[in-house]
Protein backbone atom coordinates (compact mmCIF):
# COMPACT_ATOMS: atom_id res chain seq x y z
CA UNK A 1 0.00 0.00 0.00
CA UNK A 2 1.73 3.43 -0.52
CA UNK A 3 1.74 5.91 1.47
CA UNK A 4 -0.67 8.59 1.05
CA UNK A 5 1.56 11.45 1.64
CA UNK A 6 4.02 10.85 -1.23
CA UNK A 7 5.00 13.34 -3.66
CA UNK A 8 6.44 13.22 -6.72
CA UNK A 9 9.75 15.29 -7.98
CA UNK A 10 7.34 18.08 -10.10
CA UNK A 11 5.06 18.35 -6.77
CA UNK A 12 8.07 19.08 -4.96
CA UNK A 13 9.28 21.26 -7.09
CA UNK A 14 5.97 23.13 -8.19
CA UNK A 15 5.71 23.63 -4.05
CA UNK A 16 8.94 25.03 -3.71
CA UNK A 17 8.47 27.43 -6.80
CA UNK A 18 4.90 28.51 -5.30
CA UNK A 19 6.68 29.34 -2.02
CA UNK A 20 9.38 31.59 -3.93
CA UNK A 21 6.95 34.62 -3.71
CA UNK A 22 5.80 34.08 -0.24
CA UNK A 23 9.99 33.91 0.70
CA UNK A 24 10.42 37.38 -1.03
CA UNK A 25 7.55 39.19 0.25
CA UNK A 26 8.57 37.97 3.93
CA UNK A 27 11.60 38.81 3.50
CA UNK A 28 10.90 42.44 2.45
CA UNK A 29 8.59 43.27 5.31
CA UNK A 30 11.62 41.71 7.91
CA UNK A 31 13.80 44.17 6.10
CA UNK A 32 11.92 47.10 6.39
CA UNK A 33 10.97 46.37 9.59
CA UNK A 34 14.59 46.76 10.35
CA UNK A 35 15.58 49.66 8.60
CA UNK A 36 12.38 51.52 10.18
CA UNK A 37 13.92 50.36 13.37
CA UNK A 38 17.97 51.47 12.82
CA UNK A 39 16.54 54.80 11.39
CA UNK A 40 14.50 55.37 14.73
CA UNK A 41 17.28 54.61 16.55
CA UNK A 42 19.74 56.64 14.78
CA UNK A 43 17.68 59.68 14.82
CA UNK A 44 17.20 59.15 18.75
CA UNK A 45 21.41 59.08 18.84
CA UNK A 46 21.24 62.01 16.91
CA UNK A 47 18.76 63.91 18.95
CA UNK A 48 20.66 63.25 22.47
CA UNK A 49 23.65 64.44 21.13
CA UNK A 50 22.04 67.46 19.72
CA UNK A 51 20.62 68.19 23.03
CA UNK A 52 23.92 67.74 25.15
CA UNK A 53 25.54 69.95 22.73
CA UNK A 54 22.77 72.65 23.18
CA UNK A 55 23.53 72.38 26.93
CA UNK A 56 26.75 72.80 26.36
CA UNK A 57 26.79 75.76 24.17
CA UNK A 58 24.28 77.74 26.11
CA UNK A 59 25.65 80.86 26.77
CA UNK A 60 24.39 80.30 30.56
CA UNK A 61 26.72 77.34 31.11
CA UNK A 62 29.96 78.60 29.29
CA UNK A 63 30.80 81.61 31.82
CA UNK A 64 30.54 79.14 34.53
CA UNK A 65 34.46 77.95 34.67
CA UNK A 66 34.84 74.04 35.71
CA UNK A 67 36.81 73.36 38.49
CA UNK A 68 40.47 72.25 36.89
CA UNK A 69 41.10 68.43 37.52
CA UNK A 70 44.52 67.73 40.27
CA UNK A 71 46.00 64.62 39.64
Do not use: S, T
Not at 7 to 21: D, G
Not at 41 to 61: I, S
Amino acid sequence: MPHPYHLEIWQIVAICLLMFPAFFVANYIVVKKMVRERLAREDRVDRFVAAGVGRDMNPDNRLKKRPRRRF
